[in-house]
């Protein structure tokens, strides 16, 4: 019960990275990036390639970084010219792409048979249950840094123009507000995030593969953000928690529904997933913490 508590909580910090890396794009610049998992299934191949070849793990995690953010700079850059609605699409197009890579490519990522015998750090030494333990405590403190750090972003003058950019990009360029730099910035920020997030997630489970990276990961980000409060990182960090003890939850359903297949309860499942994001959107749209904006000045 222990190790699947420390699991449970393992994830749901994962999953708060990637909140965390919606957050500062959707929440902060208003662009929709349907491609999360792409950006996750990115950093999570490049840091296993990376320790595959001899690299310590911490270095790893730089690798995972700097390929989230020249991930980002390209599909930026690509879309530059683009309404938000096409800026979706896009996104979406580039994590289905590097699904498909991943998964054809066999001479870099072993294709459908994934990546096995990843790197855990101190596992040999501390044991399965030590390593649960130092890696949850691993986990919560890059939490603790990236929410920090995206804390004090929110509360500068570059999240301020992130916001504005948001409401009116228009307005924010006619205000001589270098618009696409702060864009690109944003975007690869975002991914480098995101990334770093996939290879913690590579490195914790030992093995990653194509099928690891499906859509819906983004679903849940999407759920996490929107259930946390849009625009605000500790909203993102508390939605993602709430959402993976959800997730979990719902493994129990076939306790209080029995006769089902495990067809049937693994479509159960995301449908109450579904359902889930409906309530939220219905009852709490600005969800659990909702944005904070500060009053106007008055006139003197």
Request: a positive charge.
């Amino acid at each position: 019960m222990l190790s699947y508590l420390l699991f449970t909580l393992t994830m749901g910090g994962i999953y708060a990275l990637l909140a965390l890396s919606l957050n500062l794009i959707w929440g902060g610049a208003g662009m929709v990036n349907l491609g999360l998992a792409g950006f996750f299934a990115v950093g999570a191949y490049a840091s296993a390639i990376a320790t595959g070849a001899g690299a310590p793990v911490a270095l790893g995690l730089v690798a995972a970084l700097a390929a989230g953010i020249v991930a980002g700079l390209v599909v930026t850059f690509a879309t530059l010219k683009l309404r938000d609605d096409y800026l979706a699409i896009v996104t979406l197009g580039f994590a289905e792409v590097v699904r498909l890579v991943a998964l054809n490519e066999r001479w870099l990522t072993n294709g459908s048979d994934g990546m096995s015998g990843l790197k855990a750090p101190l596992k040999a030494e501390l044991g399965t249950g030590g390593f649960n333990l130092f890696y949850l405590g691993l986990v919560s403190l890059i939490v603790a840094v990236v929410w920090l750090a995206m804390r004090r972003l929110d509360l500068s003058p570059f999240g301020r123009t992130l916001k504005a950019i948001r409401e009116d990009q228009e307005l924010a360029a006619f205000a001589g507000k270098p618009v696409t730099r702060f864009k690109f910035q944003a975007f690869a920020l975002s991914a480098a995030i995101a990334g770093l997030a996939g290879a913690l997630y590579g490195h914790y489970q030992t093995y990653i593969s194509p099928d690891h990276f499906q859509p819906l990961i983004t679903i849940y980000i999407f759920l996490a953000v929107s259930a946390g409060g849009v625009g605000r990182p500790a909203g993102a960090v508390i939605g993602a928690y709430a959402v993976v003890i959800f997730l979990e939850a719902t493994r129990f359903v076939a306790d209080v529904a029995p006769g089902l297949q495990p067809v049937q309860i693994a479509s159960l499942r995301e449908m109450l997933v579904g359902i889930a994001l409906i309530l939220v959107f219905y009852l709490r749209p600005q969800g659990i913490l909702p944005e904070r904006i500060p009053p106007a000045p008055r006139n003197a």
